[in-house]
């Protein structure tokens, strides 16, 4: 089965999805002229990203070389000590991330990260890691992100993650929505996948990342992080934008989505809210 390489590929071409993209893009330039990414408090963020396309590797390292202007990268193992720190250290950061397990997050994306000497952290569904191109489509993975479909990272791929010195992640077995399951198979599917990555990669897993990640639609935001402690890990995180200055724990990590192929002034405007 044929796989999407880049991200024009990608992007529907829908007369009206180009007419919606284009008002989008229209009104984040307009309200980013007036915004800026601040630089005089202390706070610590989190861009992540779905995929780095072939098309995307020159818009992900301006990204990256932008936003060090405005902090410092730091791995999502020294932000969980930074976020149990009282009071957290002064300094501005960024903690990137990428969901899903997709293998141009390895082909694409880590040879930037380690050129520009950031570790990033990427939560894999074990279910899907080695799946082919048309077992995913038939398990029905791919059939909300894109079609034909993106190849999946093997457990070789996430080993050269680890030896590259980025971490890896959980983001459950099936890429389940938590909120649809019940305690039991919530709890199932943080174990199983924490007790997989070990197993293939030796590391103790510490970071779960809620698939959809939106709290009170797609997890329950008093009965998951509290189940992903219990499973034995550090943090939990979610995809609720937010600069966290006093968050209320590693277990309740508000990250920003970003796409590589935005230019400057659209992490602007979402680095600045």
């Not at 939990?236 to 006093?246: C, E, I, N, Q, V």
Request: hydrophobic fraction near 40%; include cysteine.
């Amino acid at each position: 089965m044929q796989t999407v390489t880049t991200y024009r590929a990608r992007r529907s071409r829908a007369a009206l999805d180009v007419l919606r993209r284009g008002a989008r893009d229209a009104a984040i330039f307009g309200l980013s002229l007036t915004r800026s990414i601040p630089t005089s408090s202390d706070w610590i963020r989190f861009p992540y990203y779905h995929h780095v396309f072939d098309d995307e590797r020159a818009g992900f390292e301006a990204q990256l070389r932008y936003l060090r202007n405005f902090g410092d990268f730091i791995s999502l193992d020294d932000a969980a000590v930074y976020l149990d720190a009282d009071p957290p250290p002064a300094g501005r950061y960024f903690c990137v991330t990428f969901d899903d397990g997709f293998r141009n997050h390895l082909a694409n994306a880590v040879p930037i990260l380690v050129a520009a000497r950031a570790c990033a952290a990427f939560f894999v569904p074990t279910g899907f890691i080695g799946a082919s191109s048309e077992e995913a489509a038939r398990l029905g993975y791919y059939g909300r992100l894109s079609s034909p479909p993106v190849e999946m990272m093997t457990w070789d791929d996430c080993r050269r993650l680890q030896g590259a010195g980025m971490i890896v992640g959980s983001h459950g077995v099936s890429h389940a929505r938590l909120r649809d399951l019940e305690t039991a198979e919530a709890e199932r599917e943080m174990r199983e996948s924490k007790a997989a990555i070990e197993r293939a990669l030796g590391i103790a897993c510490r970071h779960f990342c809620a698939p959809y990640g939106m709290p009170g639609a797609d997890f329950d935001p008093d009965r998951d992080p509290r189940l992903a402690r219990e499973a034995g890990y550090r943090t939990f995180l979610t995809t609720a934008r937010g600069s966290l200055r006093r968050p209320p724990s590693p277990l309740a990590i508000e990250r920003d989505q970003a796409v590589a192929a935005w230019p400057p002034y659209q992490l602007r405007y979402f680095f600045s809210r």
